[in-house]
């Protein structure tokens, strides 16, 4: 994914000379082709990130389209206040783009882990937030995601994340992907982790001939009334899978909405982390299989709950 959004990028600033890349002395490896090419809307801001959320916040007031990347933690937590008062206060056009989301930066430990930032970056009003997990998705939204104005955040995994095992089509108005499928009872992900939700989907059509509706959610904050009214409010059952805390989520967010339209029949259920730090040294798929959070671990708590409801 990282490196189609360079790609994207690259494209874009080609024909727009106020698109500025701010780094924090991360992404080597990654720019140096950009810089190349754009010398004159290349900056690295060197590991001082709330100076470089100040620094965009000063460009987007002079008309120029600040894009900010570096790791996510750095980014949301040790960059919030100046993301809260110098951007979001002032509405200020920011593409804020975090890389590593959930367990990307696997190895790294739990100071690169980033599963508190959607419901840190969600906290803020008028921020929105985009979460594709595969690189056709990103392509996808580029264009409309630097058509919206004001503050942004992308929350990017790192590289090498496949595509979905089903044709999925993109649903401008629902901010989502979705796969084969008109069930009721509906799969929700975002994120890396909705490769590993598809898999599991088709292992449960394939063993047990239930349908379920799989939507990749890109668009994760505002949550689009579109979808919300025409799919999500009419589903029978809900399954939330997410690589990030319970607490916050998108599956707090549903849950909160439902609740205040009083529907009663409606069952919605969410895989998450446990609210706990990851200690262990260990490589992505390992930690999500330890976790529950692999394809195997997601076709059974599908399982579980199918039959809960049957």
């Given at each position: 994914?990282?490196?189609?959004f360079?790609?994207q990028?690259?494209?874009?600033?080609?024909?727009?000379e106020k698109i500025i890349?701010?780094?924090?002395?991360?992404?080597f490896?990654?720019f140096?082709?950009?810089?190349r090419?754009?010398?004159?809307q290349f900056?690295n801001?060197?590991?001082a990130?709330q100076?470089m959320?100040?620094?965009?916040s000063?460009?987007a007031?002079?008309g120029?389209?600040?894009v900010?990347?570096?790791?996510i933690?750095?980014?949301?937590?040790?960059?919030?206040?100046?993301?809260?008062?110098?951007?979001?206060m002032?509405n200020?056009?920011v593409l804020?783009?975090?890389v590593g989301?959930?367990?990307?930066?696997?190895?790294?430990g739990?100071?690169?882990?980033?599963l508190e930032?959607?419901a840190?970056m969600r906290s803020?009003p008028?921020?929105?937030?985009?979460?594709?997990?595969?690189?056709?998705?990103?392509?996808?939204?580029?264009e409309?995601?630097?058509?919206?104005?004001?503050p942004k955040?992308?929350r990017l995994?790192?590289?090498g994340e496949?595509?979905?095992?089903t044709?999925s089509?993109y649903?401008?108005?629902?901010?989502?992907?979705?796969s084969?499928?008109?069930?009721l009872?509906?799969?929700?992900?975002h994120?890396p982790?909705?490769?590993?939700?598809e898999?599991?989907r088709?292992?449960?059509?394939n063993?047990?001939?239930?349908?379920?509706?799989?939507?990749?959610?890109v668009k994760?904050e505002p949550?689009?009334k579109?979808?919300?009214?025409?799919?999500l409010?009419?589903?029978t059952?809900i399954?939330?899978?997410?690589?990030?805390y319970?607490?916050g989520?998108l599956?707090?967010?549903?849950t909160?909405?439902?609740?205040?339209a009083?529907?009663k029949?409606?069952?919605?259920?969410g895989?998450?982390?446990?609210?706990?730090?990851?200690t262990?040294?260990a490589?992505?798929s390992?930690?999500?299989?330890?976790?529950?959070l692999?394809?195997?671990g997601i076709y059974?708590?599908l399982?579980?709950?199918?039959?809960?409801v049957?």
């Amino acid at each position: 994914m990282r490196n189609t959004f360079v790609n994207q990028l690259e494209i874009f600033a080609e024909y727009d000379e106020k698109i500025i890349l701010l780094v924090g002395d991360i992404g080597f490896g990654v720019f140096e082709d950009f810089q190349r090419k754009f010398p004159n809307q290349f900056m690295n801001m060197g590991i001082a990130e709330q100076n470089m959320i100040s620094v965009a916040s000063g460009l987007a007031k002079e008309g120029f389209k600040p894009v900010v990347y570096t790791i996510i933690p750095f980014l949301t937590m040790r960059g919030f206040e100046q993301i809260r008062v110098d951007i979001c206060m002032h509405n200020r056009n920011v593409l804020l783009v975090g890389v590593g989301g959930g367990f990307s930066y696997d190895i790294l430990g739990p100071t690169h882990h980033a599963l508190e930032d959607i419901a840190i970056m969600r906290s803020l009003p008028d921020l929105k937030i985009y979460t594709p997990g595969t690189p056709s998705q990103i392509t996808f939204i580029f264009e409309e995601m630097f058509a919206e104005a004001g503050p942004k955040y992308l929350r990017l995994g790192k590289n090498g994340e496949k595509e979905l095992q089903t044709k999925s089509t993109y649903i401008k108005e629902f901010g989502a992907f979705k796969s084969e499928g008109d069930s009721l009872d509906i799969v929700l992900s975002h994120g890396p982790i909705s490769i590993e939700v598809e898999k599991a989907r088709l292992e449960i059509l394939n063993q047990y001939r239930v349908e379920l509706s799989h939507y990749a959610v890109v668009k994760n904050e505002p949550i689009s009334k579109e979808f919300y009214n025409k799919v999500l409010s009419k589903a029978t059952n809900i399954y939330v899978v997410e690589e990030c805390y319970s607490s916050g989520s998108l599956y707090s967010e549903i849950t909160q909405k439902s609740n205040m339209a009083k529907l009663k029949n409606q069952q919605i259920v969410g895989l998450h982390p446990k609210k706990k730090f990851y200690t262990r040294v260990a490589p992505r798929s390992v930690i999500l299989s330890e976790l529950g959070l692999d394809s195997n671990g997601i076709y059974q708590f599908l399982k579980d709950n199918i039959q809960l409801v049957q």
